[in-house]
């Protein structure tokens, strides 16, 4: 963490207010340095005032996204978010993480972008990211996982945010199969799992989340009115970016180490105890193939287990669900 970050901490630590003195202490820096920290992270949109009494006290945050405060509300040993980046715009976060991938990042690296300009959903679609509303983000892994195995890493995303959008909003959000988050039928969150791996061994996983956060109803493209929502929509108040990531990428980290532990049946119960799919008679359309059948459950690595009509199971691993009851 950067000594930025950690003045930062330190200061969400002590709301009360905390001394220069302490400060120089904590982050083994000079009176200087923790003055020209303060005055960057003023510019930055942080108000922090200083009095002889308190000392440094901060009194609000941007609402724009900062590095430096993401990075601040890191646990220890963290692995997801272990370096965090911030652009103001790019064509999709996914095609900076791929960069990054491909230039040997270590896994963990997250990137936000505050809008994209060729987001994309999944089966080709694109991904409205309008500025500053949502939360638009990719994060690299390098798991020791079999290429069919990563399949577990989209649901365990799923339990990440739903875990999270509960706890900063108290509304849990509906899994629909694959990693659709739904509030009251309406999408408010997707993933995009896209995976570089030879026959045995995975290269790299890029997570793309997109978390519709502080839109109104306006904000949305009139073909998405109907069918997706925001956080603040659902709950009538804005809701703090930076205090979901923090939720989101500190879950994340913690669904991540139950895969790598090999703990996916605990990860596919709670799964399943969100997923409004299971248990449903359903139609999966892939392209050109469709299967419909009852959804009974998510196999060993996460794949769907439709019980056709003719009693017959089919595993499926990706397509667009409709149900039928
Ligand atoms: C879906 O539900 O279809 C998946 C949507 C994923 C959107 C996110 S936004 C951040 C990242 N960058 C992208 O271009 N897509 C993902």
Known sequence: ???????????????????????????GVTRAAVWSHIETLREGGFEIIASPHRGYQLVSAPSALLAVDLQSRQEKGQVVGNAIHVLAQTTS???????????????????????????????????????????????????????????????????????????????TPEIKWPNDLLINGKKVAGILTEMSAELEHVRSVILGIGIDVNQTASEFPTDLRD?????????????????????????????????????????????????????????????????????????????????????RIERIIGGEVTLTE
């Open 227 to 311: 069918i997706a929502t925001s956080l603040k929509l659902a709950t009538g108040k804005p809701i703090s970016r930076a205090d979901l990531a923090e939720m989101v990428l500190r879950e994340l980290d913690r669904e991540y180490a139950r895969i790598l532990a090999g703990d996916f049946t605990a990860v596919a119960e709670e799964w399943a105890s969100h997923c409004s799919t299971l248990g449903k008679l359903a139609t999966i359309n892939m392209g050109t193939r469709h299967v419909r059948g009852r959804a009974e459950a998510l196999d060993e690595n996460g794949a769907l287990l439709i019980r056709t009509e003719h009693g």
């Open 1 to 27: 963490m950067t000594s930025a970050a950690q003045l930062l901490a330190a200061l969400r630590a002590h709301p009360e207010g905390v001394a220069g003195t302490d400060l120089c202490r904590q982050l």
């Open 93 to 171: 976060t996914n095609d900076e993480v791929s960069q990054a991938a491909l230039e040997n990042h270590p896994e963990g690296l997250v990137i936000f972008a505050e809008s994209q300009s060729a987001g994309r959903g999944r089966m080709g679609r694109r991904w409205s990211s309008p500025t500053g509303r949502g939360l638009w983000f990719s994060i690299l892994l390098r798991p020791s996982l079999a290429p069919s195995e990563c399949t577990q890493l989209t649901a365990a995303s799923a339990n990440a945010l739903v875990r999270a959008i509960q706890s900063i909003t108290g509304i």
